[in-house]
Structure formats: C-alpha cells, structure tokens
C-alpha cells in the first residue's frame, strides 16, 4: 500500500502536537468513561470521499454538542427556517455554552448551539412515519456518515451520566416550557437530547459527516442528500459564528471556518466545497475546546491553505 | 466607451431595487445634513483595481461605523494583535452597537466594531512623528483609498451633530477610562471618535478600501501596504462576525462576506482575494444598516457566486 | 351587641373602597376558581387576641406568596439563620417576584420572598418524627392561625391550576438543584411548594397570623409559641424589605410596616407590638398586589397612626 | 459637671469596640487624608436637642455618601415626590453603589443613594434666589446641623482626590444625560456632587442632622423646619430600604432604623421620634460601611430597644 503525501502529513503533525498536556477532562466525561487522555486522531475526508486518517482515527468517543449540528438541520429541513426561527434565532450571544442566554419577553434562545437553543431544537422535531423523534435524530448522524467504518451507537454509560447530572439542562427545558418555545412534556425532550449526545463516533465518521456538509448536504459515498442546500448553508452559516461557544470570534481570525465542538474532545471542521475534517483529544480548554484538536485544525488549516479569506 | 455586462448588471440591479422604500433615516443624520433618500450607488473593485459603478457612486455622505474598521487596523499595525487584545476582545456580543457590552471586572469591549470598542480603538493609537492621532487615521483612510476618484475630507456639519448628540459616547469613553481601557483624559479619545466617523466619502472610495482589504492590505492601484497581511486577516475576521451589529448571524447565513455598515448609509464588504464593494442609501433598517445598500450586496452574492460556502 | 368604634371605622372604609374597580384578577385564579371581584374584606388582630373585622372576612381565598413567611419561620427555627442564610439570602433583589434573581456562581436567591427563594426554602425543611415536609408547614400556618374562626384547609382545585401551569417554578427547582441549593429531586420540593401555597384562609385566619408575627411569635389567643423571638424578628425583617416585591421601596415610604402580598388578592401585614392585619380583595395591580387591599392598608395604617416613622 | 449615666454607657461601649481591627480604609479617602484608624466617636442627639458624644465626636471627616439624603430632601422640596419620581425611583436595586442601575429603555436609577441616584439628585437642583446649587445643598446641610459644636465646610483636598478619580461617577453622569435623566451639561453636575460629598463634619453634626430627621424635619435646637414632614417620611423611607448598599436586608433584620452610610467611616442612623445618632471610624466591611461604626449602632440600638419591631 502506497502511503500518501498527505498520510505523512498528518502523521506528522499528529506526532508534533501529541506531547501538548495543557487541558482538562470534561468531569462528566471522565467520571463516566475515564477516557485515555494519549488518545488522538484526526480524519480528512474530501468531497469525493476520499478519507485520509492518522493516529487514533477509530476509536470511539461521544459526540457530544457535535449532535446539535445534525438535529438542527433536520429540524430545519422538517420545518423551513422560517418557522424554526420563531422559536430559535442564529445569532452568536457572547456567552458560554450553558448560559440561559434567552430573548427577554419571548425566550428564544440565541442560536441553536448553546444547551437552551439546541434543547428547543429537539423539541421542535416530531416523530413521523412510526419512526420516534430520537430515531429520527439518529439516522440524521447515520446517513451523514454513512461510507465510513463501523456504526454509530448510543453508548448508555455516558446518557446515564449526562442525565444524572442534566440537571441545569433540565432549568432551560422548563423554562422554554414557560415561555412556549417547547409545547410539550420537557421531560422527554431532554432525554433525547441527552441521547443524541451521548452518540458515539469516530474522527472518520465524524469526518465524513463533516464532509457531507462540505458537499452541500449530500453524502459524498452514497450520494445521498441528507440535508438540502438551503438547509446545509444556514447551517455552515450558524456553526460559523456560534460553534465555538465564547471563542467565535478568536477562531474566525485563526481558522475561518465553520466548525462545531464537543465536550468529549470532538471537533468537526466543514471546509465548503472541499474537505471536512474530524479531530479527537479528551482534554480541553476553559471554553470547552479540544486543546490538540484546535491545535491540529489550526495547524492543517495553515498549512493546507484553507482559511475563507 | 464600451459598457461592460458587468455595468450592465450593476444598472438594472439599482433600476429593480430603487423602488423599495423601507427603512427610516438615522435621526442625527436627518438633522445635521437632510439626505437625499433617492441617492443610492455601487462601486465594485477588483484587486487588479478595476472599478464598477451604477447609480450615485459619485454622492458623498459619511464613512461612520465603517472608520472603525481601519482605526482597528491601524492600532493593530501599531501595537500587535497581543497588545490590542489586552484592551479589545474580538468577540461578538449579541447586543445593539450602542450597548455598554463591557467584560465585567475588565471592562475590556467585546470587540471593537461596537461603539466601546471603537473608541477604545481610538485611544489605542498615539500621534507618531509629529503627524498627531486623528491625522494618522485619516491618512490610514487615505491611502486605502488612494485611486479612487476624489478625497477624503472630515465633514464639519457631521461630527458637530455627532459630538453634541454624543452623550453616550462619552459615558461610554469614561467607563472605559474607569477600568484603565483609555488611559489619559476621555474627551479628546471620544472627539477623534467622532471626527473618524465624520469623514466623507463615495462608494467609489470605500469600494477601493475594501479591495484593498480584499487584496491582503495592499492598495490595488498604489501598490502600496497599507495594513500587514496578518493585521488585514484580523481585521477581516471581526469583520466577518462583528460587522453587521445583531444581525452578525443573519448576515453570515445570508451573505457569509465580512462587512462593516454605517448609520449613514454605507456598507462595505470584502470578497477576499477578488472584490471591494461598496454601496451607498441612506435609509435603514431595525438593525441600523441600509435597507437597499444590504438588498444590493445579497443579490450581488448571489449572482456573482460569492458567498464564502 | 355593642358595635365598637373601631368596627364602624372598618365597615365605612370597607364601603368607601369598595367602588374602587382597578385592577386584573390572576389569570391562573380567574381559570381555577373565578373568584367573585365585589368579596372584599378585613380583619385587624390585637396581640391579646381581640379581633375586629369588616366586609368578607370570612370568605376562603388561596394563601399563595403569604405562605412563604410561614415556611421561612419554620426553616429558620429548624436550622437557625447561619444554615438557611448559606443557602437563601436575605437582600432586596430590585426584581419581579418571579425573576431568577440567583446569585452568580452560588445560585443562592436573593431572600425567600421571591419564587426562587421560597422554593429554596422549601427544599431546607424535612419531615420530622414521622410528620411530613407538608404537613409540618401547614402545622405551622395552623398553629399561628389558632383562634381564628375555621379550619386551614389545602384547595385542591388551586393546587391542581398551579401545578399544571408551574413550568417557570419547575425551571427555578432545577436551576436550584443545578447549584446544589436544593439537594433532592426538585420535583417533590415544587409539589410541596404549590400545597402551601394553595392553602384556602379567611381574613380572620390572616390577620391572626399576622398577630402571632406582632407578638414575638406568640399566638395571641393559645400563648403557644409558633416561632422564637430571634426567627420572628428575622421574618419581619425579610418582610419589611422584601414582602412587596419590586414596590418595596414604594411601600416602606407609604407604609413603612413588613407585609406580604399573595396573588390572589390577600395582603397580611404585622404592626409589631400592636396588631395583626389581613385584608382580601383578587384585583391585583401590576405588582401583584391587592389594589383594594393595599389601599385599606395604607387608609389604616394612615387613620391609626401606625406607619414605623 | 455631672456625669449621665448614658454618658458612661457610651464612653464603655466605646471602650469595649475599639480594640476591633477588621476593615480597610477606602482608598481614595487613604490616598487624599491619611486617616487615623485609632479616631473612634459616637454622639446620640435627642429630639429635645440634648447630645451625648463619646470618643473622638468632634473629630473632622468627610461626610461623603450621607450628603445624598439631603440633597434628596431638597429636590423633594423643591419639586414635590411626583416630579422628583419621574427621574429618580425609590426601591433598592441588590447592587453595590457603585453599579449602573439605571432602568432599562427610561435609564431612570433605581434609586436616590447609589451614586447614579445621587448624580441626578444633584442635577435636578438648581439655583435659587441668586445662590447657587452647591450653596442651597450646602445650606440644607448647615440647618440640619445648626446647634451642634462647629461649622460644616467643604474639604478642598478630598475634593481634589475625589474628582480626579471620579472616572465612573462621569460615565454614570454622560449615562443620565444621554436618558435626559440630566438635561444640562453633566460636568458641573459631577463637581457639586463631589463638592457636597467632601462636607466635613463631626458625629455631633452629623447626630443633629439625624435628629432633624427624627424630628420630621425641624431642627430639634433651633426649630427651624428644614424639610417638610411629607419630605421627611420619603427621605426615611428611602433611607430604610437603600441606605446600607446592598447589605440593606441584613441591615434591616439587624438593626431595622433609617440609616446611611459614608466611605470615609461615619454613619448616621434615624430612631424616628426619639432620636439621631452619629458615628464613625474609619475602617470599612466589604459592603463599604464602617466596621466599629456598624458595631457601635447594633450595641446601642440593641441595649436601648430601639429597633422598630
């Protein structure tokens, strides 16, 4: 087997960043699965699927606030945008990723990427055709990243440990309940959010999903759309100022971007027209940030020439 | 003269969006200077420093907000991304321009395209040489502006509506003050404020400005640098999530181009490492940006193909 | 039967208010129990016991907020004012009763006249010696309203509307139990809290448990001490600036006496000392607050002399 | 001459708290006159005008924040409670006096004892007669004070320190201004707020002044009516809810009287009817209020049951 140029690439770059030790577990995480903080893998998928992978690119590890991306486009392909920002606006709020953060009188959340915001998401997206909301949800991840390796799966431990410890999660819930942006039982809205979650990828999974995104929604193996275009771009367009949490602006100047991150150590990089990337590495920073992950995305984007200006 | 389909397209996309007449003018503006409500004008530049104009892209009216963008380069050339950043987040707020949107504790702004950032930015910059602050940032203006027709003056009857209806400014200036963010007497930080915002200029100019930022700080027709490739790419990205006020994620999703409206009508945006493009109609919208200036740029991405995804 | 002085006084002011039409009854009420708007009555207790009362003072209306004394009593006299305050302050929070209003970082709600606090509240008290968290608080509202005419009795039909339509007091539990300021199932505790809350008393009842409050804790007409003197003096102080909410400020210069309102329509107030005052009308100003009520006890502290200054 | 035996009360309970160490000095107060942290002095005044001081009771110090109410007297003399409302709201805000606190959209401030409250005081006072707005506040304070040792006169040196780092109390005056909360030029506005707080008075002055309060308005020795009895009840009213800061519920639980501190070390506090009582040291807790100061009231208003309840 013939070892690319770009294989070695990232080879390389795996083994530059991998003795950086600065960044935290995520203490849910860690309590619920102790994850291997050496762990640390990265997948490049093109337009074409094609992926290339280095380091720990199959080893598996929750998807974390990633999910928010892919139930978001459902809901808006459910909906339209019109009637999905009545209830959610797409606008960065300057504030972490747990803030209640909701429109004063209306209680519209900022944007679909903060815990309130993608909690009425959830409740947003109906069962339909027999198939349960949290299905529905799931097969969203699964035909975005269908084409690479292995299946996605809800790993149980780590619902249990979110929904044991969702108790703000819950306050949010309820108080979209209050102000009708949810218009129904909280209850089962949280739980699925929490299970959508709690979905565990790989970078070449998550890499794939990315590149479907770049591909303007349709599945670059199977060719499938799983988003429509309009869907995919206010999508790419949210991910792009509110991805990051409190960091949108620090990483528009360093990566340009859209991109979406998890607090298990996921990232996902969507390069349009081109490339996405999927990243792994548990320990974060103070904005919930993969330390390597970022690390590598700045790194690949610099180097590849990616940034958007 | 041969007319170029590219002026073609220009005349009949200000022909078919003349006719719409929401938006209302900016008080201070209706009363210092009584615009002209039917004035609207584009200007596209390519980074070879070709010009495309229709309508009024001769018609002066004030630069405002948009000043901030090139203060903002110009403090960044002078003291480095770090320094700045002590007293300037990059950050979007989720608040109106004029809103207080300081880091408790720090009082640091969250970004300097709001107006507490703005002026901090002013205050950042010291005369150098002999050649005082104000002077500086005009010759800033200036030279990314050079090949354009006409130049650049401060308009009086604009900053002295500006400076008597400026009370929040100056609140805004001696909070700042308060947290150490300006360092010596607030009055004249907010005066060269308000001078920077009361320059006068064409969409012929701020079309060549912003080719110049879409040209990695260097002037198309001058060759000259007028900000460094790195000062330009951080201007571009807090343009990008910072430039349209509340509207930051709308835009993105709409446009995806970094921007920089003025509450007199103007909206410059960036194509980077293809076009500058200014536009020019003074009424505007809940957001503060101009109703057919923003109809103009969403229809130009359109056709031309140029939104970043 | 001698008609005393006093009762004249009360039934001509009863009947130079009663014309008085302001004021909306609580939506949650008017779908529950659509209470009669002409009911309109007071009761004023001396601390011997002597009770005076004019108009309706023996029609049953729900307790709502006025319970929330009662439970601070009994949470202070359980685990003293160091172990409540580490979990409740005791300040004026400037905000609408229903308002967040937690400290930052701590959670902890500003007094436990607001829902926040009063929920907190709730969450401090246990069952004791086989008598459960309910039935201890409502032992205490009996105990205080010993003497008075009638049985306290929990109005199920009010309990019910409260339940369904507590989705803001769900999320204010969980917000609590995010910050470990309520250390069990949320649930339970906003059960409880809606029972307390829906107990059904007359003014007789009101103004009997306001009298207790005058005398240093001492029911007038049992000498069984409901509270000790140090919790008493704590729960006027607490009333005093927190009772009326927002209005506080407004109140203490027209009244100047601790007082708490209930939304539908009760008002208690407690002259130290001297007297103990319910009145009840259901049309609330803005605030919350009795519009009848609150104008018989501004006519009667006035008339009487009882203003603290 | 003999020796009351409140007299000797006093001298003990001076006795007994001096030896307490806790608190700082404000820094301004340090930096402009290095004040002695031995000086402690207490003076109680009667409403029949008869003083008993004890410790330092004719030692200097700025009166600082206890200005406020009574430049708030005056403007509710001069304009009524209705015209002075409409700028300035009267219910405690649960932030520190420093904060902004203005309502939101009217910027009206939450109240007459935080700063921003105190700024617009001072500019709804105007000239009068040919004197000048510092020489009527002035004024007010000197017929309050009349028939206590000495003469009220303004501290150029605090004056001096205060002014120069006034930084925020600006922004809090530009703030009302830009809401016409102010409707002239803020600067002086700010100076004469500074000027009334760099009063220098003794705790016998500051006692008289309190005692003219007790006694609803009308100087106790030489019986001039200073403020009239409606201003009175506001004044004290207001004292009682935002007179401490944001501890004003401890306050109120513990000590339950009309009170107002100052930053340099004096607090004045009002038993309506009975008596004024003036104390300082200079020392302050975190809630910025005089620690031996706080100590000497609680003992006194303890030992002489004097608490409302």
Known sequence: MMISPLHRYLADMIDS???????TVNPVTETATQPDIQKFGITLTTVNGQQYSSGDADHKFAIQSIAKVFAYGLALDDLGPTQVGKKIDVE???????????????????????????IATVG????????????????TMDLAADGSPGQLEINRTVFHAEN??????????????????IDSDPEPVVQDYFLECSTDVTTENLSMMAATLANKGINPVTGREVFTEETTRQVLGVMMTCGMYDAAGNWMIDIGLPAKSGVDGGIMVVVPGQLGIGVYSAPLDQHGNSVRGAA???RVTRDLGLHYA
């Open 164 to 181: 044991i410890a969702g108790h703000r999660n819950r306050a949010l819930a309820w108080l979209l309940r209050s102000f009708e942006i």
């Open 17 to 23: 960043l991998r003795p950086m030790t600065a960044g």
């Open 92 to 118: 960065p709020s300057g504030d972490p990723f747990n803030e209640i953060s909701l429109q004063r009188n209306t209680g519209r959340p900022a944007n679909p990427m903060i815990n309130a915001g993608a």
């Open 296 to 298: 590598a995305i700045r």
């Open 124 to 139: 947003l997206i109906k069962g339909r055709g027999g198939v349960d909301r949290i299905s529905r949800i799931s097969r």
